[in-house]
């Protein structure tokens, strides 16, 4: 029940396209929702993040849609550029478990071609 | 510069030797985190202080693992007696509750690698 399901592993995207990660989660005690992007060698950086009260955020050409329902949310990114490949991680926080660490999806190696 | 900073950024060590990793968190932060994160996974909490009081430990977190935050203020992450398995980055991030949630901010990480 701790767990987020992240998929794909990995994508390759052309210049100018869109990038889509999914990830699914069980809990429904979870209340916070970020994604994180990372390059080589470097730590995690806070990308876009969403509760879910909101159905979808946009930020520049990030966006996340979120549905309660089936307990899944998706990063898209819009126009994708070669320098955002990297690796993306979603992750999911309990508000009320006190500590509200996050938990991480796998991770997806995003490429982007030129 | 006012992230998260780590050090050292890089450790090789022998196995059955004890390492120490330093985290200073950005300073209005009461919240700080350890987390470790292997090749292609995602990071994996292993502890968490909320000012000097360590308020939860992973289960991953062994007996030859131990952290500290003297004074609320930086942490360090000690290991004893290294084992191959313990090669990872070591994660440290902060954050700071607000309305609006609770957003960590990682650090550089600290590279592990035990031979």
Known sequence: ??????????????????????????????????????????????????RPDVSEK???????????????????????????????????????????????????RLKVLA | DTGVSQNPRHKITKRGQNVTFRCDPISEHNRLYWYRQTLGQGPEFLTYFQNEAQLEKS????DRFSAERPKGSFSTLEIQRTEQGDSAMYLCASSFRTNSGNTIYFGEGSWLTVV
């Open chain 1, 58 to 108: 946009k930020e520049g050409r990030f966006t996340i849609s979120f549905n309660k329902s089936a307990k899944q949310f998706s990063l898209h990114i819009m126009d994708s550029q070669p320098g955002d490949s990297a690796t993306y991680f979603c992750a999911a926080s309990m508000g009320n478990s006190g500590t509200y660490k996050y938990i991480f999806g796998t991770g997806t």
């Open chain 2, 59 to 62: 289960r991953l977190l062994s």
């Open chain 1, 1 to 50: 029940q701790q767990q987020v399901k992240q998929s794909p592993q990995s994508l390759i995207v052309q210049k100018g396209g869109i990038s889509i990660i999914n990830c699914a989660y069980e809990n429904t005690a979870f209340d916070y929702f970020p994604w994180y992007q990372q390059f080589p060698g470097k730590g995690p950086a806070l990308l876009i993040a969403i």
